[in-house]
């Protein structure tokens, strides 16, 4: 087990070094010069102070020395200084919009899970009856639906409408704080993020579970006497979950993305937004410090996702 550790662990490092690569390529063949995000439109720059700030910044650097130089200040916690924020370090500005984001999408998780698998296991047990057929149908409108059109979608029928909750960002401006504001303004949000998860899970888990009510030991237990209820509780729904494991460890990776337009939709301050600003303004720091910290939160999930189903599946063979 450990061994398998190590070795997950490794990959994982070389996918974020990867990342880097791609992240630092990809912003350096955007359009335009990266120097011009600096510039202030209304104070004139001679050629010579374009040059000098062109050198003080190292983009007369070759290439590869610029991606070795920040990857070099990167590993010591220094991603340099917002732009468009005056001069604000950019990891603290980062670090301080990732529980906003956390608590949205592990909020959308949370409603996934539950609400997937109960979905899937009651579309299991009602198989080709109106239970299945309904929820089958649902899942494949929640998957095929993109995040920003059931955001826009709820965001004026539940607030804009019928005025159940507030229109968007996190608290009420002016308003002390309270866990009942809070929930008011993270109930929507979390809901429309949880729906393609949630489609998602419930397939997983009623094709899951269909498969494992057609293996011999629940079979067995059923020619035992063994109440319909436990057999599906206690021996199919049990060995059901091992693949759903997975699914849900993806899930997260998706969920980022989700949460990028569900964060932009109702003004929530988190990654998401803040990306989306710092992309509109060409805030290249705050840019690739942002990418980089997300995609590392997705591979540690991973990571830690293929490890809990070597942990409680033994048919995974991991010496």
Known sequence: MLQYILRRTVVGLLMLLALTVLIFTLLRLTPGDPIDAYINPSVPMSAADLVALRTRLGLDQPLPVQYFAWLGA???????????RGGEPVLPLVLGRIGPTILLMFSGLAISV??????????????????????????FVGISSPAFLTALLGLYVFAVVLRWVPAGGMLTPGAPFSVGDLLAH??????????????????????????????????TARAKGVREFWVIVKHAVRNALLPVITVIGSTIG???????????????????????????RRDYPVIMCATLLTGACVILVNLLTDIAYAAVDPRIKVA
Do not use: K
């Not at 990167?74 to 468009?84: E, H, L, N, P, R």
């Not at 979905?119 to 198989?127: H, K």
């Not at 949630?198 to 094709?207: D, E, K, Q, T, V």
């Open 74 to 84: 990167a590993v010591t916690g220094d991603f340099g200084y917002s732009i468009q």
């Open 114 to 139: 539950v609400v997937g698998i109960a979905a899937g296991i009651l579309a299991a047990v009602r198989r080709n009856q109106f239970a299945d057929l309904s929820l089958s149908t649902a899942a």
């Open 186 to 219: 993270l109930i929507l949000p979390a809901a429309l993020l949880s729906i393609g998860h949630g489609a998602l899970i419930m397939r997983y888990m009623r094709s899951s579970l269909l498969e494992v009510l057609s293996q011999e030991y629940v079979r």
């Open 254 to 280: 998706i969920a980022i993305g989700g949460a990028i337009f569900i964060e932009s939709v109702f003004d929530w301050p988190g990654m998401g937004l803040l990306m989306i600003n710092a992309v509109v």
